[in-house]
T-cell receptor
């Protein structure tokens, strides 16, 4: 148990669906992150929030929409995804940004049909 | 172009022997390096880190070595145990200026009993 909880663990969705991924951290951290891990590729940073403010958007398509209502919760809203978006989506948190150790959730395995 | 490379996708080692996992980087601005371990169906967990002001950091059976001139770091596990079987990721960042951890693609370690 890392203190970072992601739901759901698995998600299958069609290209016309809208779904959301949820992440919650119980570590008192101020920064939260979304990563994507595709097969045989490195983890790719998608978004960074620090004190609820988005500080990084790594050229992510607009069909991925993050939301950070408070420092403990992070959402990733998904709509009109493509099959190539199928991947493991990982959430992480850290005390602050700027090189701190990041603690990861177990991820959501997403399949887009 | 990958800034952090793990050129060995897999490594198999006998229990009790040394495991050496390697990582190369290209960005000379990186000054903080981390190793994460990932079991199936779990998120990456932090293992050990090293700052560029050091060339070695040790924590129990795990030692990370940094060779800045060669832009190379390695993780040594001695003695290796079957429970160490996992995927190991190295990551790098520029402390105090970036929220980004740049990850390698991982090395799958199998420790044979």
């Amino acid at each position: 148990e890392t203190g970072v909880t992601q739901t759901p663990r698995h998600l299958v969705m069609g290209m016309t669906n809208k779904k959301s991924l949820k992440c919650e951290q119980h570590l008192g951290h101020n920064a939260m992150y979304w990563y994507k891990q595709s097969a045989k590729k490195p983890l790719e940073l998608m978004f960074v929030y620090n004190f609820k403010e988005q500080t990084e958007n790594n050229s992510v398509p607009s069909r991925f929409s993050p939301e950070c209502p408070n420092s403990s919760h992070l959402f990733l809203h998904l709509h009109t995804l493509q099959p190539e978006d199928s991947a493991l989506y990982l959430c992480a948190s850290s005390q602050s940004g700027q090189g701190d150790i990041q603690y990861f959730g177990a991820g959501t395995r997403l399949s887009v049909l | 172009d990958q800034q952090v490379k793990q050129n060995s996708p897999s490594l198999s080692v006998q229990e009790g022997r040394i495991s050496i996992l390697n990582c190369d980087y290209t960005n000379s601005m990186f000054d903080y390096f981390l190793w994460y371990k990932k079991y199936p169906a779990e998120g990456p967990t932090f293992l050990i880190s090293i700052s560029s002001i050091k060339d070695k950091n040790e924590d129990g059976r795990f030692t990370v070595f940094l060779n800045k001139s060669a832009k190379h770091l390695s993780l040594h596990i001695v003695p290796s145990q079957p429970g160490d079987s996992a995927v190991y990721f190295c990551a790098a960042s520029v402390m105090d200026s970036s929220y980004k951890l740049i990850f390698g693609s991982g090395t799958r370690l199998l420790v044979r009993p």
